[in-house]
């Protein structure tokens, strides 16, 4: 385990360097940490709510839109028609994550008009998002995406980070050649930044923390086990930043408690993960909200937030973050 007390960040003026030289007119909100060093993942929230946006509301800066993120200007997890109403100007990602494929994360019109190069499904439904998207870009006449196939576990490099897709506990109807399709989690790393992106889910499931490097099984501090290509073998590492849903808002009896999260269920699950050393942030950065119970779609984050046990943030649309 690395000694997080010479955890160093970046400093607003160099963000703003490289955001300027990735043809980005944008400012970073926040920043964590106050020195030199070139660390931590630039995340943007282009919508942090649930499912149920309505057009008539984009107008409307407290609604929060489906959710979606933005990461160093070159990467999105999750892309809807909604993404777009937050993209910095002159933004032109380079490739898309999908964590599964409901209508709030998932739609191949938006895709193909991103002009993201690559999207990266998770495999039981790739062949069937090909299709999809291929004949989005037919109709749209602009050229498709390559859609790339991402089993569990394998980590592939995009924009200078490494995103590795695990599972998630959701669940849609999707069914590509007799399989069901499996939704993700992400890990997204940049040098020494391990960034957590969950949603949707009902907690971690335990095969996605044995990837991860958070499961019961491994010890924090302990050595690193020798390279494997098992993605379940994994060494004890801490994640330095985390993004969870919170759709089931305070209701912790939520009859969606299969497939999301209420906000006790993120409080319980950041406390341990703190308490034992396997999440490890940077000094005054939260656990971040996202995917908001349709109760807060209008409520200003302030609200939401002297709502929220400690430790705890709600996203907005925009905001924009450099964690880890
Ligand atoms: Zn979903
Ligand atoms: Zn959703």
Same mark, same amino acid.
Do not use: Q
């Given at each position: 385990m690395k000694n997080m007390t010479t955890r160093r960040h970046f400093l607003a003026s160099t963000a703003a360097t490289a955001l300027a030289a990735a043809g980005c007119s944008t400012t970073i909100a926040e920043t964590v940490g106050?020195?030199?060093?070139?660390r931590g993942i630039r995340v943007r929230f282009l919508g942090s709510g649930a499912a149920g946006?309505?057009?008539?509301?984009?107008?409307?800066?407290?609604m929060r839109r489906q959710s979606s993120l933005l990461l160093e200007n070159k990467v999105m997890i999750d892309c809807t028609?909604?993404?777009?109403?937050?993209?910095? *100007?002159?933004c032109r990602p380079e490739a898309l994550f999908q964590t599964h494929s409901h209508g709030d994360h998932y739609n191949p019109s938006a895709a193909v008009k991103s002009g993201v190069k690559r999207m990266y499904v998770q495999e039981t439904w790739s062949a069937a998002a090909r299709k999809e998207v291929a004949e989005a870009a037919a109709k749209l006449n602009l050229p498709a995406p390559e859609v790339i196939a991402l089993p569990f576990g394998k980590a592939v490099e995009e924009s200078g980070m490494r995103f590795t897709g695990v599972p998630a506990n959701h669940s849609t109807s999707r069914v590509t050649d007799g399989v069901l399709e499996r939704t993700s989690l992400y890990l997204v790393e940049k040098g020494p930044s391990r960034l957590l992106y969950a949603t949707d889910?009902?907690?971690?499931p335990g095969d996605a923390a044995r990837m991860i490097g958070i499961d019961p099984h491994v010890t924090p501090g302990t050595k690193k086990k020798p390279f494997?290509?098992?993605?379940?073998?994994?060494? *004890?590492e801490p994640i330095t930043a985390f993004i969870m849903e919170a759709t089931n808002g305070a209701n912790d009896?939520?009859?969606?408690i299969f497939v999301h999260s209420s906000v006790q269920t993120v409080a319980r699950i950041a406390n341990m993960l703190k308490r034992t050393k396997r999440l490890v942030l940077p000094p005054g950065q939260s656990v971040m909200l996202t995917h908001l119970a349709v109760k807060y779609r209008s409520w200003p984050s302030e609200k939401i937030n002297a709502e929220l046990p400690e430790g705890l943030r709600a996203a907005y649309d925009g905001l924009e973050l450099l964690l880890g």
């Open positions: 106050s020195t030199t060093s070139n946006w309505k057009s008539e509301w984009a107008k409307n800066p407290h028609m909604c993404a777009f109403d937050k993209m910095p *100007a002159g889910t009902g907690g971690i494997t290509d098992n993605p379940y073998v994994h060494a *004890a009896d939520d009859f969606r």
